[in-house]
């Protein structure tokens, strides 16, 4: 599945640690499984969000945090569960068998250092849309008890970890495959320049392949990189989204406007990404990156667990905006929106046609290697004004909770917590009869939680725009030095 047009030998080039080289990818390959598995515990329906010994550190005890956290009773391996490990298989087997049969456009990938370019086929948004179709039918025919959506809240915790451990073997089996990457060869795989360090630990997080190929018996050959970042993912976002609506409707009997915001909102975000998917072959994790734990945890358990936190909250705690909170939600997504696309849209038409009226007003630095980079309009108030966009439309995700935070009011028989886990019959062990969701004095402490995602999407942007400023530093040169004269401001004008 590609076409050649040399075997030119890829130069060996130097290049610097990121994430603070092996020490810091080493601490990052244990803290973010742990951030996952925190958020899970730490905020559950066993005793609420944040679980309320948290409130009380003076005399806070493990044990009574295991309680209050419905960590399971069979401690550790209580996280993983054989049948459910291979129910998650099943689904990414789903998605491959999809990829293969349903119909798809056949596209080209960039140039490659090498020579030469990869073929892709993309199908994702017909994929989404078959499994969905077969959701929206199971759920007319038993509503919010479809077993799909029971399923994801009764074994969260399980399909967690087992998309955790896809991410690990998935990084290790490329890892120990790139070693058998050869100069010249003719399926142009090649190591990704900033992926062969020597460092064991640090190529295994960043990635020493930069675009590994299987072939697969009666699928194809699957390019594992391109299958991860829009496929299992991504659709697993959106369906644990779905489970969440399901259960909110099935516990409270209605489906809450801020639940609906957030789903749309996110809904709206993934299907725009399928349906672009040829997109993604000039955006740097398929051009720059290899393909590493970094990326295969990145895709499969962060992006869909963590991007999610905000339901999963509102199916156990609801909150109704109302009119006027609605329109202010809508408000800053739409700000957010105005300011991406408009940025975007500009970059685009001028690349395009800059004779077009709507952009050939706009001033511009001649570089030397051909291109022109804007300096007013959008992209004349800061070098990654896109980005601000971005993350604007990151709060609508977040502010539908508000002021969060609740606690699980027990009354009756059965109240105790020992025995109720996320791994013990429900996402968190389920909330028997008799109890009472209120905010307390938890209110408050619970955006610690729901209001994370905005927190780790602006340390995200400012990452990915320090190495877009190094690569374009190294691409332009002393251009790029005139041009950060003329436009000092990197994501936020007059501020960053």
């Not at 996280?79 to 689904?91: E, G, H, R």
């Not at 409707?249 to 801020?258: A, I, L, P, R, T």
């Not at 991406?340 to 001649?366: C, M, W």
Request: overall charge neutral.
């Amino acid at each position: 599945m590609s076409t050649s047009k040399s075997n030119k030998a890829v130069p060996q080039t130097t290049h610097a640690y990121e994430f603070g080289g092996p020490l810091g990818t080493s601490a990052l390959t244990i803290l973010l499984p742990l951030v996952c598995y925190l958020t899970t515990f730490l905020c559950n329906d066993v005793s609420g969000c944040p679980v309320p010994s948290l409130l009380h550190p003076s005399t806070l005890s493990l044990e009574q945090l295991k309680r209050d956290a419905g960590w399971p009773s069979g401690g550790i391996l209580g996280l993983f569960n054989i049948p459910v490990a291979i129910s998650v298989l099943d689904y990414y087997a789903l998605s491959l068998v999809l990829q293969a049969l349903l119909p798809g456009e056949e596209v080209e990938g960039v140039e490659l250092r090498s020579g030469g370019r990869l073929k892709y086929k993309f199908n994702a948004f017909n994929s989404a849309l078959f499994v969905l179709s077969a959701a929206f039918v199971g759920t007319l025919v038993q509503g919010s008890d479809f077993f799909l959506w029971t399923y994801i809240w009764d074994n969260y915790t399980a399909i967690l970890t087992t998309n955790i451990v896809i991410a690990f073997v998935l990084a290790t089996f490329v890892y120990v495959r790139s070693f058998t990457v050869k100069r010249g060869n003719l399926e142009h795989r090649e190591l990704a320049a900033g992926g062969y360090s020597g460092n064991l630990v640090y190529d295994w997080f960043i990635g020493r392949e930069l675009n590994p190929r299987i072939e697969i018996p009666a699928i194809g050959t699957i390019d594992i990189k391109a299958f991860c970042e829009l496929r299992p993912g991504m659709l697993g976002w959106i369906l644990l989204d779905l489970a969440f609506v399901a259960h909110q409707y099935k516990v409270h009997g209605f489906v809450s406007d801020s639940m609906i915001l957030i789903t749309l909102f996110q809904s709206i975000y993934v299907f725009d990404a399928l349906w672009m998917e040829a997109a993604i072959l000039t955006t740097m994790d398929i051009t720059t990156d290899g393909f590493g734990f970094m990326l295969a945890f990145g895709d499969l358990a962060w992006l869909p667990f963590i991007y999610s936190l905000q339901a999963r909250y509102l199916a156990v705690y609801p909150v109704q905006l109302g009119f006027l909170g609605t329109l202010g939600v809508l408000a800053v997504q739409g700000f957010g929106y105005y300011v991406f696309r408009g940025a975007n849209n500009e970059k685009n038409r001028f690349r395009t046609n800059p004779d077009d009226p709507r952009v050939s007003h706009l001033q511009y630095i001649q570089t030397k290697t051909g291109s022109k980079l804007l300096t007013s309009g959008w992209w004349g108030t800061a070098r990654h004004i896109n980005y601000l966009g971005d993350w604007i439309m990151a709060w609508s995700y977040c502010l539908p909770t508000g002021i969060a935070g609740y606690l699980i009011q027990r009354s009756g028989p059965g109240s105790s917590f020992i025995g109720a886990s996320p791994t013990d019959g429900s996402i968190f062990g389920g909330a028997p009869v008799g109890t009472k969701v209120v905010q307390g004095e938890a209110r408050g402490w619970g955006m610690l939680i729901t209001y994370f995602y905005v927190i780790y999407f602006a340390v995200l942007l400012i990452h990915r725009e320090m190495r877009d400023e190094e690569k374009c530093m190294k691409k332009y040169g002393n251009d790029w030095e005139e041009y950060k004269k003329k436009v000092p401001w990197r994501i936020l004008p007059g501020i960053y």
